[in-house]
């Protein structure tokens, strides 16, 4: 008799649906036979001007040492957080992406008995986590497309362990002032830990929004995550941290795996740290962006959530699906949201300024197709 060796896996693990990543630019050459030369991704919240050459020098300079383990204390990248935000060596927690941070954080502080809260269209990655290790996840109704930051602190009760905020959020591109996040933190126990998701906090640059790590000494229960994947151009690295209390950290850095960040995406990290000019141009790029696709948007007639993350959400009508499929017949890669409850929404990641016209040039032509049945 053949075993059903999906039934032996946890119960929150069997009911998992994958994560779904942007479709790879040459999957999708494949697919169609197209050249992927001539393809553009606005997917993935990538960043289109490349990497930075300070952190593609130190990335070669460590490909010279591939032979041998990384540093699995990553004390090069922990001085250059440290030098950089005058935190502590030991609030650092390294992790490949962020993703790998937040998976370890609801592993040690979260299980079956628990009751994990975000919100709805929130990062897809809380409630997979949180099923993952069988605990209860709680969806708090958005508003305005964010996060109801008092609905979800009215959500709290004994049973939970894990508030994840997306701020801004993805895939909505909302985003709370610094006043609104502290009043919230305020209203949560201390024994509960809020996990402030930070990962496009580099795009905000207004005073009125917050930093989370210098939240940290007022708030011990908080901890803070970012990725170098977004505005540093580094998203192939697989590099993030999370900046907590000294005794979080500890905790976090008993479960994190060994070398889980490689010496090479060590090494490009902690270069790009030190490359503001890299930051300010990616701003720069983006900020002038996010204005070519809304003032596009308003020429063709669709309405989007305004954002201020690297990406904007597009409201295509009810054909959303036949519009994504007519732009990638025209080889522009785009993200369908269906299933973050989005299903009118296609998320567009902002690219370079002829980038963003071709993909609008291409909208104005899926939308007609797809009105057409064709």
Known sequence: MSVDYQSLAVKGVQALSPYQPGKPIEELAREL?????????????????????????????????????????GFALKQALVNRFGVAM????????SNDVLEVIAR?????ESEVVFSQYAFAVYPL????????????????????????????NARTKLIFVANPNNPTGTVHTADAIEAFLQRIPEHVLVVLDEAYCEF??????????????????????????????????????????????????????PF??????????????????????????????????????????????????????????EQSAAVYQALLARGVIVRPVA???????????????DENERFLSALSEALTSAQEGR
């Open 260 to 317: 889980n960040v490689n010496s090479v995406a060590l090494a490009a990290a902690a270069a790009v740290l030190e490359d503001d000019a890299y930051l300010n141009r990616s701003r720069e790029v983006n900020e002038a962006g996010l204005r070519q696709l809304a003032e596009g948007f308003d020429r063709i007639g669709l309405s989007f959530i305004p954002s201020v993350g690297n990406f904007i959400a597009v409201d295509v009508g």
């Open 90 to 97: 030991n609030q650092i927690t390294l992790g490949n992406g």
């Open 33 to 73: 036979g197209l050249n992927p030369e001539e393809i553009i991704k606005l997917a993935s919240n990538e960043n289109p001007l490349g990497p930075s050459e300070k952190a593609m020098a130190a990335a070669r300079k460590a490909l010279e040492e591939s032979c041998l383990y990384p540093d699995g204390n």
């Open 204 to 257: 905000l640059t207004g005073e009125e929004y917050p930093d989370g790590i210098q939240l940290l000494e007022r708030f011990p229960n908080l901890i803070v995550c970012r990725t170098f994947s977004k505005a540093w151009g580094l998203a192939a690295m697989r590099v993030g941290y999370s900046i907590s209390s000294p005794e979080i950290a500890d905790v976090l850095n008993r479960v994190r795996q």
């Open 129 to 156: 986590v949180t099923q993952a290790i069988g605990a209860k996840g709680v969806s708090v109704p958005a508003k305005d497309w964010g996060h109801d930051l008092d609905a979800m602190a009215e959500a709290v």
């Open 108 to 112: 040690c502080f979260a299980g079956p």
């Open 339 to 353: 299933g973050y409850g989005m299903p009118n929404h296609l998320r567009v990641s902002v690219g370079l300024p």
